[in-house]
């Protein structure tokens, strides 16, 4: 007599979320730049400092809500991206906070007949609006494939943001700032970043198969048509027009190579990185060599200690990239400790552009290599991120985002070590500035949403009535 035995369908279990994993990392995260702020202040003061509290209160907060907005809107993100963010962040409240204290840097300010304001509290309101920025973007971006939409109004954005400096006045012989009465200065160029990846991710989605093709071999290259030269001598041209007009080598460098990574990328011929090369170094030379600001920091950087010469040369007019030196030198492999440095010789810009320089004083090669270690983790997650995506614009998106990210690291730590000319970018999220903490977060931010979607396990599909039962008939 036939048996019959009903047997039900069970759905796999997707990935796990990892939100506990990057909570307990936000814990360190929050509690390395604590240590650090007791260092300083028992180093300088012989005691805690009085503001230990609250900052180790404002700081957890602020990672807080930051975990408290990706579990809710971005359930399977990558776990390390905000604990690295943070950390980097709060390292650098610490770091400004410990030159804020030099009695050096005061008596500077009273030379010049100015008034020394601290530069710490700003950077903290910074901090809190970069975590809101970071909240808005993860709320109200349900998905990244929405910015694909707006391709070539993201272009147009872009270029009014790195034209509009050009109107106001140069500051310390760049145009790179445009000035808000009452509410200081923005430097455009780090939100442009962000615009220009969207507008080069659509772009590219879309001409990737025109742009891969070759019209012949050479030396084991495949060349480009000479018609698909068209997007990178227009973004060639944009480059020298930022070094050119607004003498902003760090804008132009980023802007141009992280172009060149995503055509590498979206093409996969190596071609367009030969070319990219050339193009750059080529017109860096041409331009370097006539226009004053920029020949000044190439020869600054070529002999950083001419300033000591007698006579000095007319344009050895700084000696901060040779106190860098000096500050890296000083360190050793382990540096002299926090707040034990002398670092604060840099004098101008010790928080901003230099910060690198208080970092490889103090913390030595071990702690220079550790931050740029952070750095390269971040890198690291955007192209993971990248592989993940199911969508072209998704991998291309994290793939620009990602090389804008590094390429800026390289070219602020290039120039603080003086490997490459000074460019005055700052380093992402720990140097003083209101616009690069608000831009790297809302980057982040933009990360996480990408590798959100990525690791999203797929729907289940809808049950239906032969899947729930399935009859079996035995003999």
């Given at each position: 007599?036939?048996?019959?035995?009903?047997?039900?369908?069970?759905a796999?279990?997707?990935p796990?979320?990892?939100?506990?994993?990057?909570?307990?990392?936000?814990?360190?995260?929050?509690?390395?730049?604590?240590?650090?702020?007791?260092?300083?202040?028992?180093?300088?003061?012989?005691?805690?400092?009085?503001?230990?509290?609250?900052?180790?209160?404002?700081?957890?907060?602020?990672?807080?809500?930051?975990h408290?907005?990706?579990?809710?809107?971005?359930?399977?993100?990558?776990?390390?991206?905000?604990?690295?963010?943070?950390?980097?962040?709060?390292?650098?409240?610490?770091?400004?906070w410990?030159?804020?204290?030099?009695?050096?840097?005061?008596?500077?300010a009273?030379?010049?007949?100015?008034?020394?304001?601290?530069?710490?509290?700003?950077?903290?309101?910074?901090?809190?609006?970069?975590?809101?920025?970071?909240?808005?973007?993860?709320?109200?971006?349900?998905?990244?494939?929405?910015?694909?939409?707006?391709?070539?109004?993201?272009?147009?954005?872009?270029?009014?943001?790195?034209?509009?400096?050009?109107?106001?006045?140069?500051q310390?012989?760049?145009?790179i700032w445009?000035?808000?009465?009452?509410?200081?200065?923005?430097?455009?160029?780090?939100?442009?970043?962000?615009?220009?990846?969207?507008?080069?991710?659509?772009?590219?989605?879309?001409?990737?198969d025109?742009?891969?093709?070759?019209?012949?071999?050479?030396?084991?290259?495949?060349?480009?048509?000479?018609?698909?030269?068209?997007?990178?001598?227009?973004?060639?041209?944009?480059?020298?027009?930022?070094?050119?007009?607004?003498?902003?080598?760090?804008?132009?460098?980023?802007?141009?190579?992280?172009?060149?990574?995503?055509?590498?990328?979206?093409?996969?011929?190596?071609?367009?990185?030969?070319?990219?090369?050339?193009?750059?170094?080529?017109?860096?030379?041409?331009?370097?060599?006539?226009?004053?600001?920029?020949?000044?920091?190439?020869?600054?950087?070529?002999?950083?200690?001419?300033v000591?010469?007698?006579?000095?040369?007319?344009w050895?007019?700084?000696?901060?990239?040779?106190?860098?030196?000096?500050?890296?030198?000083?360190?050793?492999?382990?540096?002299?400790g926090?707040?034990?440095g002398?670092?604060?010789?840099?004098?101008?810009?010790?928080?901003?552009?230099?910060?690198?320089?208080?970092?490889?004083?103090?913390?030595?090669?071990?702690?220079t290599?550790?931050?740029?270690?952070?750095?390269?983790?971040?890198?690291?997650?955007g192209?993971?991120?990248?592989?993940?995506?199911?969508?072209?614009?998704?991998?291309?998106?994290?793939?620009?985002?990602?090389?804008?990210?590094?390429?800026?690291?390289?070219?602020?730590?290039?120039g603080?070590?003086?490997?490459?000319?000074?460019?005055?970018?700052?380093?992402?999220?720990?140097?003083?500035?209101?616009?690069?903490?608000?831009?790297?977060?809302?980057?982040?931010?933009?990360?996480?949403?990408?590798?959100?979607?990525?690791?999203?396990?797929?729907?289940?599909?809808?049950p239906?009535?032969?899947?729930?039962m399935?009859?079996?008939?035995?003999?």
């Open positions: 007599m036939p048996r019959t035995t009903r047997t039900t369908t069970i796999t279990a997707g796990p979320s990892r939100r506990n994993t990057e909570l307990a990392l936000l814990a360190f995260a929050v509690i390395l730049p604590c240590f650090a702020y007791a260092n300083v202040g028992l180093a300088l003061d012989g005691k805690m400092p009085s503001g230990m509290l609250g900052y180790g209160l404002g700081l957890g907060l602020l990672a807080g809500v930051g408290l907005v990706v579990r809710r809107f971005a359930k399977y993100a990558d776990p390390l991206l905000l604990p690295l963010a943070t950390v980097l962040n709060g390292l650098g409240l610490v770091i400004i410990r030159l804020d204290q030099s009695q050096r840097l005061h008596n500077l009273k030379l010049h007949h100015q008034t020394f304001v601290p530069s710490a509290p700003n950077q903290l309101l910074y901090s809190a609006m970069g975590i809101g920025l970071f909240v808005v973007v993860l709320v109200f971006l349900k998905d990244h494939r929405i910015l694909q939409r707006f391709t070539y109004i993201s272009m147009v954005v872009a270029l009014i943001l790195l034209i509009a400096p050009v109107f106001f006045p140069a310390f012989g760049a145009r445009i000035i808000i009465p009452g509410l200081g200065s923005i430097q455009p160029g780090e939100f442009a970043k962000i615009i220009l990846a969207i507008f080069f991710a659509g772009y590219l989605m879309v001409k990737r025109a742009l891969a093709l070759a019209s012949r071999r050479f030396m084991g290259l495949y060349l480009p048509r000479g018609r698909d030269l068209g997007p990178i001598l227009v973004v060639w041209a944009l480059s020298l027009m930022i070094l050119v007009f607004e003498t902003d080598l760090g804008s132009s460098l980023l802007f141009f190579g992280m172009f060149v990574v995503m055509l590498y990328v979206a093409t996969e011929r190596t071609s367009w990185i030969v070319f990219g090369l050339l193009m750059s170094a080529g017109g860096a030379a041409v331009v370097g060599s006539i226009e004053p600001h920029v020949k000044i920091r190439v020869m600054a950087w070529l002999h950083p200690f001419a000591y010469d007698s006579p000095r040369p007319s050895a007019t700084t000696e901060q990239i040779a106190q860098a030196m000096f500050a890296f030198g000083s360190g050793g492999v382990f540096g002299s926090w707040g034990q002398a670092s604060d010789l840099i004098g101008f810009a010790a928080n901003s552009d230099f910060i690198l320089g208080t970092v490889g004083e103090e913390l030595g090669l071990a702690g290599m550790g931050i740029l270690l952070l750095y390269g983790l971040i890198v690291q997650r192209v993971r991120t990248a592989l993940a995506a199911r969508d072209p614009f998704g991998k291309l998106l994290a793939v620009g985002l990602s090389a804008a990210f590094g390429i800026q690291v390289f070219v602020v730590a290039g603080v070590m003086g490997l490459i000319p000074m460019t005055g970018m700052t380093l992402p999220f720990m140097a003083y500035g209101g616009s690069s903490v608000l831009a790297n977060w809302a980057l982040v931010a933009i990360l996480i949403k990408i590798s959100d979607t990525a690791r999203r396990p797929a729907p289940t599909p809808a239906s009535s032969d899947a729930e399935t009859q079996v008939v035995r003999p």
